[in-house]
C-alpha cells in the first residue's frame, strides 16, 4: 500500500492550495480517507475524513467552511482544498487510510503518507 501526497509549499496568507494523496495497492475500494496535520511542537490533528464508498465527509471545526475534499474519475486520488489559509495552517499535511469511519475520527489509521509541507506565511 502506498500514499504519497503533493501539493505543499509556500503559501500567502489569505491563500488558497489542493493537496493531493496518490493511493495504491489497497485491495478493496471500501475505504476512509483522512487528512491530519501536524506543525512542529503541537499534535497531530484530524482535519478531515473521507469515505470513499460512500462519499461522507468530515471536516473539522478548525477548517469548516475553508476545506473540501475531492476525488478524481478514477478515485485513484484524494485531493483536499483549502481557502483562507492562516500562519496556523503552516503544517505538515499527512493523508491516510483506515477501513472503517470511526477509527479514522479517532486518527486510528492503517497505512500513512510520508507528508507534505505547508509554509504559511506573508
Known amino acids: 500500500v502506498q500514499l504519497v501526497e503533493s501539493g505543499g509549499g509556500l503559501v500567502q496568507i489569505g491563500g488558497s492550495l489542493t493537496l493531493s494523496c496518490a493511493v495504491s495497492g489497497l485491495s478493496s475500494e471500501d475505504y476512509v480517507l483522512g487528512w491530519f496535520r501536524q506543525a512542529p511542537g503541537k499534535e497531530r490533528e484530524g482535519i478531515t475524513c473521507?469515505?470513499?464508498?460512500?462519499?461522507?465527509?468530515y471536516y473539522s471545526d478548525s477548517v469548516e467552511g475553508r476545506a473540501t475534499v475531492q476525488t478524481d474519475n478514477s478515485k485513484d486520488t484524494v485531493s483536499l482544498q483549502l481557502t483562507g489559509l492562516a500562519p496556523d495552517d503552516s503544517a505538515t499535511y499527512y493523508c491516510?487510510?483506515?477501513?472503517?469511519?470511526?477509527?479514522?475520527?479517532?486518527?486510528?489509521?492503517?497505512?500513512w503518507g510520508k507528508g507534505t509541507l505547508v509554509t504559511v506565511s506573508s
Open positions: 473521507f469515505s470513499r464508498r460512500h462519499g461522507t465527509t
Open positions: 491516510a487510510t483506515t477501513d472503517l469511519w470511526y477509527r479514522c475520527r479517532r486518527g486510528n489509521m492503517g497505512y
